[in-house]
């Protein structure tokens, strides 16, 4: 079984900056990607951005491509989210996610569907 703990759930004025951590536990594998998702009130899951398990392959949602920038470290097992030059529209509840079946392609990341695990949701509030 896999396990996914968020941290780094703040509020923060327009233009500030944020640090989200998921750190996974359990059955995990080094070729795993991981990915960030994030659901705004009323909207359905929105993909915000993904890493392969080398860390050298990214996608990023044309809404924050250039403010946010994910990485991972796999000696801790854990991915990051950085935050920056955030807007009132990044309000959500992001969630992490692991074990992505199938290609590491656009289409497929960026499916919620394509994941098998994900963390609890934390909140992110941005204040104009």
């Known amino acids: 079984q896999v396990q996914l703990v968020e941290s780094g759930v703040g509020l923060v004025q327009a233009g500030g900056s944020l640090r989200l951590s998921c750190a996974a536990s359990?059955?995990?594998?080094?070729?795993?990607?991981m990915g960030w998702f994030r659901q705004a009130p009323g909207k359905e899951r929105e993909f915000v951005a993904v890493i392969n398990w080398n860390g050298d392959r990214t996608y990023y949602a044309d809404s924050v491509k250039g403010r946010l920038t994910i990485s991972r470290d796999n000696a801790r097992n854990t991915v990051y989210l950085q935050m920056n030059s955030l807007k009132p529209e990044d309000t959500a509840v992001y969630y992490c996610?692991?074990?992505?079946?199938?290609?590491?392609?656009?289409?497929?990341?960026?499916?919620?569907?394509?994941?098998?695990?994900w963390g609890q949701g934390t909140q992110v509030t941005v204040s104009s």
């Open positions: 996610a692991t074990d992505l079946r199938g290609p590491f392609i656009r289409a497929r990341v960026s499916s919620s569907s394509s994941w098998s695990y």
């Open positions: 359990g059955r995990t594998f080094s070729r795993d990607a």
